[in-house]
């Protein structure tokens, strides 16, 4: 009977946390007269017309593609800057360490907003605004403290003496660093590229205000969709399923690891 009702309590909690989903798919399948018009569990003439004005308009498919390249450039950067950062951290004991390790992380807490005009006029001045790399190191801010964070609590678990056999036996620094070091810990570099990649596809405040059109995100694309008629909720919602796809996929390859990285490596 205890078996029975977690059963049904799993389904349950499942039905409602899909449930959002399933409804951007069923309205993704519809005209927007027919959203509109009539109340439906699932779409009885489904179409694709949506989906197909995304991959044929280059307003919106271009704001995929904006997304995934400054996505990326800040997911590289964060890793590049993060890597030497968190070894020295876990490895070295120096003045106000454990201090400049927790200020790291209050720079995660500060909402986007408090750096927005900073950014802005930084990156008029030297003529950044609208490019893939202003939003990339704009995000940098809040994805190199938080990878800092998690990969120390990796490198953490590493044994130093590691570290002493690697140089006894005549490695450098970087030889040893790449060689060996980065496969010991490749679990906590995929799941920081995981949060990297997801903090930055989400962003929108930034993303939305350093960009105008040619590195114009897909968020922004979506928020100024309206017309005459008003919002077009097919459209929108077909977008929607598509912006989930990218993070799926993420999540599917860093699946085994996430619980980890949710305790930032200490477990």
């Known amino acids: 009977m205890i ?52 991959f044929t308009d280059s307003s919106w498919y271009s704001g995929y593609i904006n997304s995934i390249i400054y996505v990326t450039i800040n997911t590289v950067i964060s890793l590049l800057a993060a890597l ?19 200020w790291l992380l209050t720079n995660r807490m500060a909402p986007p907003a408090v750096f927005l005009l900073p950014f802005f006029q930084l990156y008029s001045t030297f003529n950044l605004i609208d490019t893939h790399i202003a939003v990339a190191l704009a995000h940098c801010l809040f994805n190199v403290p938080l990878s800092v964070w998690i990969l120390e ?5 590493v044994p130093r003496e590691i570290d002493e056999t690697a140089f006894i036996d005549g490695y450098s620094f970087p030889r040893f660093f790449i060689r060996v070091f980065i496969p010991l810990i490749r679990a906590g570099i995929g799941v920081t590229a995981f ?9 929108l405040l930034l993303a939305r205000t350093l960009t105008t059109t040619a590195a114009k995100p897909i968020a922004a694309t979506m928020t100024r969709t309206v017309s005459a008629t008003g919002l077009d909720w097919g459209l929108l919602a077909a977008a929607g399923i598509l912006t989930i796809v990218p993070g799926a996929l993420v999540i599917w390859f860093v699946r085994n690891h996430l619980a980890k990285g949710f305790a930032l490596g200490r477990v």
Do not use: Q
């Not at 070894?87 to 927790?102: C, E, T, V």
């Open 3 to 54: 078996i029975r009702k977690r059963t049904i309590g799993l389904i349950l909690y499942l039905g409602l946390l899909f449930l959002p989903i399933y409804w951007m798919l069923n309205m993704s399948l519809r005209t927007n007269a027919d959203i509109m018009g009539t109340f439906a569990w699932y779409p009885a003439d489904p179409t694709i017309a949506n989906y197909m004005k995304i």
């Open 195 to 203: 949060f990297c990649f997801m903090f930055s596809w989400v962003e």
């Open 84 to 102: 030497p950062a968190a070894y020295a951290f876990s490895r070295y004991r120096f003045i106000g360490d454990k201090h400049i390790f927790f």
């Open 153 to 157: 609590g990796f490198m953490s678990g």
